[in-house]
């Protein structure tokens, strides 16, 4: 099915539809991304799989800017998102909602393991970071896993958004409807 720009950025739909979309209990956590086309392609990522949330956090910039919505094509209008300080009060707040929520870092780290080898649980959060520091050091020692995927080529990192792409798939592989 080939659809046109202006017809993947038309969100003319019921709000009410928006509340009945069953969400899975995903959240993503987004340590200091900087691209504006970064953060609405993650919401692009969020909408496809229905998480339950996106935290933005620290300098990440939030909607409504039109780079966002642009590269969202709108999803920012019905993904639930927030703000938080940092990525560590988000996990915070996550695991004052349930104790058992895995947490799950995306970077290249002496402790990351990789993606593929990891048994995820849900509910689950994922934490991708800044697309030259990575993910903060106080929200790496918060997390339970620090997943990374393999690269063979001569490049040694793989974008913010593909990583989270990547891994989400990676994670509904588990999810028991």
Not at 47 to 70: M, S
Not at 77 to 92: L, S
Request: with cysteine.
């Amino acid at each position: 099915m080939k659809l046109d720009a202006k017809k993947l950025r038309l969100s003319e739909h019921d709000p009410e539809v928006f509340k009945k979309i069953k969400r899975n209990p995903v959240y993503i956590i987004v340590d200091n991304v900087l691209d504006t086309y970064n953060i609405g392609s993650i919401f692009r990522l969020a909408d496809a799989v229905a998480v339950e949330k996106i935290y933005l956090c620290a300098g990440t910039e939030t909607p409504p800017h039109h780079r966002i919505k642009k590269a969202s094509i709108n999803t920012t209008e019905w993904v639930p998102w927030e703000y938080a300080p940092t990525a560590v009060d988000a996990i915070k707040e996550l695991r004052l909602k349930n104790k058992d929520i895995q947490i799950v870092s995306i970077e290249q780290n002496e402790r990351s393991v990789p993606y593929d080898q990891i048994d995820y649980k849900f509910p689950i959060a994922l934490i991708i970071g800044h697309e030259t520091d990575g993910v903060s050091k106080e929200a790496l020692d918060a997390s339970d896993y620090i997943a990374e995927m393999p690269m063979w080529g001569i490049n040694i990192s793989l974008n913010v958004m593909v990583s989270l792409g990547i891994m989400l798939y990676k994670v509904m592989e588990y999810k028991k409807d």
